[in-house]
């Protein structure tokens, strides 16, 4: 049972190139969600899908995408990077949006 | 807008003191709060639940109390140990969406 897993754990991109960072779990979980790490800012949500199919923006989602592609994976894309981007992405996932949130170990993203 | 404050931002102890992390939340209308423990370069490991209806969550050595009245919640750890070294962050969950609002996080450090 390995929880929630990400890749890639680190990655370098430069200005404008896209990427998609990819998150699972094997928890069957309903609820997952993308976040990001800044110092100073603390945990911000970017995108959230309270059940397969659905999916809705938190505080940050501009310059993002997402996809929940079945119930245990959930995407999210950069279409073209810009260097505020540069951060660190953490993938939860919660058995109903009400519950226990479990997060992945993180990718580290850096925007040139 | 909800807003979560943690104080004090970092705190450093002898091993075996007993300790209290506080969080604060501006809009007492919340669903749950969670405590979770972060390493460095790590995810989140969630450590408590506390459902607006509780007061208190215990797990080991850890005791959270909510106050929604006041907006306050609290961590305590009893007889800390340096494998407690690490960042403490509280999140708030305003809705039922899931959708958690945190906290900067307190730093703790427990001297051998």
Known sequence: ?112 | KQEVTQIPAALSVPEGENLVLNCSFTDSAIYNLQWFRQDPGKGLTSLLLIQSSQREQTSGRLNASLDKSSGRSTLYIAASQPGDSATYLCAVNSGNTGKLIFGQGTTLQVKP
């Open chain 1, 1 to 112: 049972n390995a929880g929630v897993t990400q890749t890639p754990k680190f990655q370098v991109l430069k200005t404008g190139q896209s990427m998609t960072l990819q998150c699972a779990q094997d928890m069957n979980h309903n609820s997952m969600y993308w976040y990001r790490q800044d110092p100073g800012m603390g945990l911000r949500l970017i995108y959230y899908s309270a059940s397969e199919g659905t999916t809705d923006k938190g505080e940050v989602p501009n310059g993002y995408n997402v996809s929940r592609l079945n119930k245990r994976e959930f995407s999210l894309r950069l279409e073209s990077a810009a260097p505020s981007q540069t951060s660190v992405y953490f993938c939860a996932s919660s058995g109903i949006p009400q519950e226990t949130q479990y997060f992945g170990p993180g990718t580290r993203l850096l925007v040139l």
